[in-house]
């Protein structure tokens, strides 16, 4: 059972486009968002967190926009860059449990 | 990175052999998590585990067990590994439940 849905599964843009990556829950004991990226060969790595009584939160050029009403969440890449061709995941925990989206391989274009 | 390890890193096994795979951590946090990645599929919990000898199902658990005898080290075996089961496993640590640390993963073969 997928508790978190994610989209798109891959993504293309051109250096300095704003990638949209999409999640939905349905679980409303989810407290805690965190998305990771993801370089080939590598192990995922905490990107930015938000908490649902926030409705945004931004780092530097990556920005997490929250709706609790619709139960979505979404991550903003700004000024995509090459460097940041990777996989993303986003994630919803529980008390001990982390349920993670099925990814989206994004490739920034020179 | 976190200081976490597994090992090893590769390897190729054949169907109905037991597997052992090991994560060591030096950062002494509570929380360790076995997961596999498969594509399509995300990252999906196998195992996990809030201390010492203290463990519990994900889930995705049928055919696999893990143990925890000690705060650094935490087991995943595969009793009688399966096609299914080829995949890249990581593993996971976490002081609290909030941000998880990953360890470099371990891309496992059954023939």
């Known amino acids: 059972q997928q508790q978190v849905k994610q989209s798109p599964q891959s993504l293309i843009v051109q250096k300095g486009g704003i990638p949209i990556i999409n999640c939905a829950y349905e679980?409303?004991?989810?407290?805690?968002f965190p998305w990771y990226q993801q370089f080939p060969g590598k192990g995922p790595a905490l990107l930015i967190a938000i908490r649902p009584d926030v409705s945004e939160k931004k780092e530097g050029r990556f920005t997490i926009s929250f709706n609790k009403s619709a139960k979505q969440f979404s991550l903003h890449i700004m000024d995509s860059q090459p460097g940041d061709s990777a996989t993303y995941f986003c994630a919803a925990r529980t008390v001990q449990k982390v349920t993670f989206g099925t990814g989206t391989k994004l490739q920034v274009i020179p | 990175d976190a200081g976490i390890t597994q090992s090893p890193r590769h390897k190729v096994t054949e169907t109905g052999t037991p597997v052992t795979l090991r994560c060591h951590q030096t950062?002494?946090?509570?929380?360790m998590y076995w997961y596999r990645q498969d594509p399509g599929h995300g990252l999906r919990l196998i195992h996990y585990?809030?201390?010492?000898?203290?463990?519990d199902k994900g889930e995705v658990s049928d055919g696999y067990s893990v143990s925890r005898s000690k705060t650094e080290d935490f087991l995943l075996t595969l009793e009688s590994a399966t096609s299914s089961q080829t995949s890249v496993y990581f593993c996971?640590?976490?002081?609290?439940?909030?941000?998880?640390?990953f360890g470099p993963g371990t891309r496992l073969t059954v023939l």
């Open positions: 585990s809030y201390g010492v000898k203290d463990t």
């Open positions: 996971a640590i976490s002081q609290s439940t909030d941000t998880q640390y």
């Open positions: 950062e002494n946090h509570r929380y």
């Open positions: 679980n409303t004991a989810f407290d805690y």
